[in-house]
């Protein structure tokens, strides 16, 4: 009886081993944002910071493994079989649920994802067990459940997202008014006292959360409880002191001394209190069959079916080595997860000072706070005097940074100030919520307090405003969508496992197949963006520059557009949905790339040297004339689909015809264009310029076509809406196409 569960202990480390990867990429935002995205130290060194934070955390973390043990569910209501389920089964959602988010790149918090799956496949199995029990109903279940729990960490939830953002806003918007932009220039006293209160506030966080449940702390609770602010007030002085002698002598910039200390403290509180979440089932599995096999515990040699797991309710002391061997998977991770990469990107975008890319859509919700919080602001600046407002606004003005003109320089996301509020206020609440016995999630506290102060930094400026709002309500969503899933998701293949052992296998096998289509897909998707020729804003661009970035361009999208039209004509013959459904996916991802280049005309022309100026005029008609070309194709595509999709019939033998002579000769205009441009061979253009006549007259001539078969034997009205549209969207495909052929040449002439 004892091979299955032997055989689920090693599924369960292997599972342990993956999720401690995927929970890594997850978290790491926690941590890695403020120093990334200041650049107050080089990536390598905040690696390093972070790496040794992460393994003493991991170290320091064996009081935290208790909840995977009692914390959700009562052991002593289930047997030994139970509890593997109910752990097989959390540990398989939790991979799956973390992959996801990582591969969108989406934030979320491992703590309330392990909890929910704990809730969510211990409240199944206790249905199973009441439903096959005689003396037993459903109010029972409040037995097998610490519902308290899990209502103090959705209430934990609601309080941490408005208390963080609030704070980190309120902390950061008399931060700036205290140091403003230009904060190299303030007085060393100023440096010394924030220096002072941030190191006290980080090193009391330090030890709060990353040693309690240790030994250690166990030696020096009594001190800490009962003269708590004399420490507090005696570490303010000594580290005050301490910081106008760096800053004095040795010239240290202490924005950066906190910086570093701060990314250690949130990296080691990540693995001390998150560790739980990757290895704490894994473990408990472990203890749990160590009871089990143990005589001394089983006495009579009970089955799995009836030893009671009561005995998961005693404090066990966790392996030493297995936390060392977790803290070393964490930090490989940590060193090469490109998904982690992808979700601290998403945190560092959403809160950063310029403008750039957004990520995420507006959407009405985003609006509509963003009209709230304008028409509050305006009722605000009509009570406060003038004079006010003018200071007020002084402190916020950026400095103009100079540069030579054949200098490139990349902006950090925010500067030394906002990075070191966003570090000493996630580590004062997360320790304050520590010290107080409170739930809390240390991904909502950093990403709330990140956006809080980037919102009172006025990051989110008329520009980006809506953009930025949707990011943070899809994320919040996110966490609360994490919380329905994994209770629905673990409950579901609980039950599945307890069906048959036999779907065991099957999961996991499941599990392998999505994370590696997971993987690929996004590192598929990361080198696709690697590739893209997006133009570096903060590089000078000259005139063979602007050439060369135009001609780029228009050979990628001839291309693109070839291979669209060829497959819309193929897969309208044949009238294949699915196909024109991916055909149409594939022209939405061109019209958007297009419009993210039109969005970057302003930093464009900003960009060019002052001999090139009269290019922008160029560039513009050149992006003009290619969204006209992509906008045709996207038409023909929808039209296409919709067509097919609503099981019209198909066109006629002499339509289809028709269509594939003009397919075969815009394919063959098309590889010219691209060929062209690809080798810069511009003296060629006129060639195509008068090719492109013939081409036209065949469209042209298709469309008499399709009026004499009207008048004879046509019969459907929805083929020749089809067939008409298809043919003039392609006459102007053809025509933005040979204009913007026709203002190259006439550039290239100039230029030369």
Do not use: C
């Not at 080691?268 to 096999?293: E, W």
């Amino acid at each position: 009886m004892g091979d299955p569960y032997i055989l689920m202990l090693v599924a369960l480390a292997i599972l342990a081993v993956v999720d401690l990867v995927v929970g890594v990429s997850n978290d790491a935002v926690n941590f890695l944002n403020s120093a990334i995205g200041s650049k107050a130290i080089s990536v390598k060194k905040i690696m390093i910071i972070a790496s040794v934070g992460v393994f003493f955390g991991a170290v320091t973390s064996s009081g935290m493994m208790e909840v995977a043990r009692k914390g959700i569910f009562n052991p002593n209501m289930f047997v030994f079989q139970d509890v593997m389920f109910i752990f097989m089964a959390v540990m398989i959602t939790d991979i799956l649920l973390l992959d996801i988010f990582n591969s969108l790149g989406m934030p979320t918090s491992t703590t309330v994802s392990i909890v929910f799956e704990l809730l969510g496949s211990a409240v199944v199995i206790a249905l199973i067990k009441i439903a096959n029990s005689d003396t037993q109903s459903i109010t029972d279940i409040w037995n097998y459940i610490n519902y308290e729990t899990a209502t103090n960490i959705i209430l934990g939830i609601l309080l941490s997202v408005v208390v963080a953002f609030s704070v980190g806003a309120i902390v950061q918007y008399f931060s700036r008014l205290i140091y403003s932009f230009n904060f190299e220039s303030r007085p060393k006293y100023i440096n010394s006292l924030f220096g002072g209160f941030a190191v006290t506030a980080i090193t009391y966080f330090i030890i709060i959360k990353g040693l309690k449940g240790t030994d250690f702390y166990a030696s020096i609770k009594p001190l800490l409880e009962t003269s708590t602010l004399q420490i507090i007030a005696i570490s303010f002085v000594i580290w005050s002191v301490l910081s106008y002698l760096l800053i004095r002598f040795f010239k240290v910039n202490i924005l950066v001394l906190i910086i570093g200390v701060g990314t250690f403290s949130l990296a080691m509180a990540f693995a001390g209190n998150d560790l739980v979440n990757f290895i704490g089932v894994p473990i408990a599995a472990l203890n749990s069959y160590q009871s089990f096999t143990d005589p001394l515990i089983n006495v009579g040699g009970l089955s799995a079916e009836e030893f009671s797991m009561g005995v998961l309710a005693a404090k066990v002391k966790s392996n030493i080595w297995l936390l060392l061997l977790a803290g070393a998977v964490m930090v490989i991770t940590l060193w090469t997860s490109s998904k982690a990469k992808s979700v601290i990107e998403t945190g560092i975008n959403l809160s950063r000072q310029g403008e750039g890319h957004e990520k995420f859509q507006p959407n009405n919700l985003s609006r509509i706070t963003v009209r709230f919080a304008m028409f509050l602001n305006s009722g605000i600046n009509a009570v406060i005097p003038k004079s006010t407002q003018v200071f007020i606004n002084s402190k916020f003005e950026k400095p103009l940074l100079q540069l030579p003109k054949d200098k490139t320089y990349e902006m950090p996301a925010f500067d030394l100030v906002r990075a070191s509020v966003n570090l000493i206020m996630a580590s004062v609440l997360i320790s304050i919520a520590t010290s107080m016995k409170l739930p809390l999630s240390t991904t909502y506290v950093t990403f709330m307090v990140a956006m809080g102060t980037s919102l009172a930094d006025r990051a989110w400026g008329r520009e980006s405003a809506v953009y930025r709002v949707a990011g943070v309500l899809n994320v919040i969503g996110g966490w609360f969508l994490t919380a329905i899933i994994a209770f629905t998701a673990a409950g579901v293949i609980a039950y599945m496992i307890s069906w048959h052992v036999a779907m065991i296998p099957v999961l996991l096998l499941v599990v392998g197949f999505l994370i590696g289509r997971n993987t690929i897909k996004h590192r598929k998707k990361t080198s696709e963006i690697k590739k893209k020729n997006n133009l570096e804003r903060e590089e000078l661009i000259t005139m063979n520059g602007v050439i060369e970035e135009s001609a780029d361009h228009i050979a990628g999208v001839a291309s693109r557009i070839e291979k669209l039209y060829t497959n819309v004509v193929n897969d309208l013959a044949n009238h294949d949905l699915n196909k024109l459904r991916k055909t149409d996916k594939h022209v939405a991802k061109l019209n958007e790339e297009i419009d993210g280049l039109k969005d970057g005309v302003f930093y464009f022309i900003k960009s060019l040297d002052e001999t090139s100026v009269q290019a922008s005029r160029f560039y513009i008609m050149v992006l003009g004339y290619l969204q006209d070309a992509a906008q045709s194709i996207s038409y023909i595509s929808r039209a296409s689909y919709k067509h097919v999709n609503n099981n019209h019939k198909n066109l006629k033998k002499g339509q289809l015809k028709d269509l594939k002579q003009i397919d075969v000769e815009l394919s063959s205009l098309l590889n010219k264009v691209s060929t062209v441009f690809n080798d810069r061979s511009f003296d060629d253009l006129n060639i195509i310029l008068i090719e492109k006549r013939e081409l036209l007259n065949n469209v042209s001539s298709s469309i008499e076509k399709q009026v004499a078969r009207i008048r004879t034997d046509e019969t459907s009205p929805k083929n020749t809406t089809l067939y008409f549209s298809i043919l003039l969207e392609t006459k102007d495909l053809i025509s933005a196409l040979m204009n913007l052929l026709q203002t190259y040449e006439e550039f290239h002439l100039n230029t030369k």
